[in-house]
């Protein structure tokens, strides 16, 4: 029978998952499809209960519910415990929902397959405080990055997200900017610089040293104010297209155990989102 997958979020209509995952579906033989569901706060519960009735075989979760979905599932895998945050759930044999997340070590993958282990010794800066900037701090920390440095506009936040692992620390973003050249990778979590939502930057990139890393969560579009200026002052980039797939594809090996093409998908969503989006 033919098994199907999901994406719960709200809004949900500008999610490129259903079309990644079909393709891979498609590409790796699997008789299977992915679908967008537009779920309010007050439905989570009754969604999650109606995708188990319905045998929905697994799905992924989104803004904003990658917390509050936590209570409708049964167990939760070390990275999901940690973040307080899920993004992919499996039905496992039994009927039993278990939650993870795969988006802190997409972001390592997708840094990993860019520039190999060139920013392992480095000081590295987190710009943000909310659950992208834990996930991503925290996978860094588990693969051997930091120390790590946390700053965001409001500084108690990131304080709370620095007592979580150790030898982290915060500066404000003023001190930041200031001593932006001590930071060989610097990773932009917010929201600041997303298309139709947020213009501007969170943090002015003109102190970057020469060869720095610095990373950009968001991918549309491709380049932000951000991303840009740091390229202009000298700074390798990285937007946030590599983490989405990587994301993604950890989704689906745990769904299906099959690794798919991320470097193929890369290429697709970019010329997508270079042509179309931006
Ligand atoms: P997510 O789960 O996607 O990380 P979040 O938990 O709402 O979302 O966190 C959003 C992050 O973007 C926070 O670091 C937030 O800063 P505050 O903690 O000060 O709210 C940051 N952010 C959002 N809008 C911002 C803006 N206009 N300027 C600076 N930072 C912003």
Redo the contacts with the bound molecule.
């Keep these: 029978m033919k098994k199907w997958y999901a994406v719960l979020g709200d809004p949900i209509n500008q999610s490129m998952s259903p079309a990644m995952h079909d393709h891979w579906f498609q590409e790796n033989d699997v008789d299977a499809t992915y679908i967008p569901i537009h779920v309010t706060e007050e439905n989570l519960g009754e969604t999650v209960a109606s995708l188990k009735r319905l045998g929905c075989s697994g799905w992924n979760v989104t803004?904003?519910h990658?917390s509050a979905i936590i209570p409708f599932l049964d167990e939760l895998d070390p990275s999901a415990k940690v973040m307080n945050?899920v993004n992919t759930v499996e039905v496992l044999a039994d009927g039993s929902l278990r939650g993870s997340n795969t988006d802190g070590e997409g972001f390592v993958r997708s840094l990993e397959e860019a520039f190999g282990d060139r920013c392992q010794n480095d000081q590295v800066l987190v710009?943000?405080?909310?659950?992208?900037?834990?996930g991503i701090a925290y996978a860094l920390h588990e693969a051997g990055y930091g120390p790590i440095t946390f700053t965001?506009?409001?500084i108690d936040?990131?304080v709370r997200l620095a007592e979580g692992i150790s030898q982290a620390s915060v500066v404000s973003i003023d001190e930041a900017e200031q001593n932006l050249a001590a930071y060989g990778l610097i990773v932009q979590?917010?929201?600041?610089g997303m298309n139709f939502a947020?213009q501007?930057k969170?943090i002015d990139p003109k102190n970057v040293s020469t060869g720095a890393v610095v990373a950009d969560i968001i991918y549309n579009p491709l380049e932000t104010e951000f991303l840009i200026e740091a390229s202009e002052n000298g700074a390798y980039i990285l937007n946030g297209t590599g983490m989405f797939v990587h994301q993604g594809a950890l989704a689906f090996k745990k769904w299906t155990t099959i690794q798919p093409d991320t470097e193929k998908m890369i290429g697709k969503i970019t010329v997508n989102l270079g042509g179309k989006l931006c």
Aim: no cysteine; proline share 8%.
């Design positions: 803004v904003p990658k945050a710009v943000g405080a909310g659950g992208a900037a834990r965001n506009r409001t936040k990131a979590t917010t929201s600041v947020q501007g969170p």
